[in-house]
T-cell receptor, first 116, second 108 residues
């Protein structure tokens, strides 16, 4: 099966600093990667869609300058939370797909970010 | 607007009882519908998709376009079915829109 790995699994950072989260597809090339945010006991909210070599497409209400997404290769996408604040504390999840249209999404294990 | 509605936050049943997790959707075109499951301490994974028309772990789901529903059913629940279930749709380019999720608790 296809495996998606996120790193780190959890991170604690100080308010005002930036944090980078990596999402890798380990055994396949991901045409598209997605970033989600999940608050406690709530559903996954799509933040942005990332295609290799092009700018990410952000969902309405998601700050582009706050959540920087880079998709430098077909196996790696990164999410950088810039100038993090306590309200950015959340569970961030990435997913990746292999094909172009309506194919199965494979999810990472998620990253728990705590900003203190 | 694209939307997935799962009206029940929690569904609690006894082992062997039938289960139906409800899902309704709103989409202007022809979406593809999915059920994803998240077991305790595990990542989200695909359970089934409407185009496959298959039964996975005894679960089935039929797309009803007239009622815009995609309810998940299983005739006899097992304790290992206890998990968080998310209904989701994608209208293209693999962008998944999730419902709020329903926690299924199967008691012995």
């Amino acid at each position: 099966g296809a495996v998606v790995s996120q790193h780190p699994s959890w991170v604690i950072c100080k308010s005002g600093t930036s944090v980078k989260i990596e999402c890798r597809s380990l055994d396949f090339q991901a045409t598209t990667m997605f970033w989600y945010r999940q608050f406690p006991k709530q559903s996954l909210m799509l933040m942005a869609t990332s295609n290799e070599g092009s700018k990410a497409t952000y969902e309405q209400g998601v700050e582009k300058d706050k959540f920087l997404i880079n998709h430098a290769s077909l196996t790696l996408s990164t999410l950088t939370v810039t100038s993090a604040h306590p309200e950015d504390s959340s569970f961030y999840i990435c997913s990746a797909t292999r094909g172009q249209v309506n194919t199965e999404a494979f999810f990472g294990q998620g990253t728990r970010l705590t900003v203190v | 607007a694209q939307r997935v509605t799962q009206p029940e936050k929690l569904l609690s049943v006894f082992k062997g009882a039938p289960v139906e997790l409800k899902c309704n959707y709103s989409y202007s075109g022809s979406p593809e519908l999915f059920w994803y499951v998240q077991y305790s301490r595990q990542r989200l994974q695909l359970l089934l998709r409407h185009i496959s028309r298959e039964s996975i772990k005894g679960f089935t789901a039929d797309l009803n376009k007239g009622e815009t529903s995609f309810h998940l059913k299983k005739p006899f629940a097992q304790e290992e079915d206890s998990a968080m279930y998310y209904c989701a749709l994608t209208g293209g380019y693999n962008k998944l829109i999730f419902g709020a999720g329903t926690r299924l608790a199967v008691h012995p």
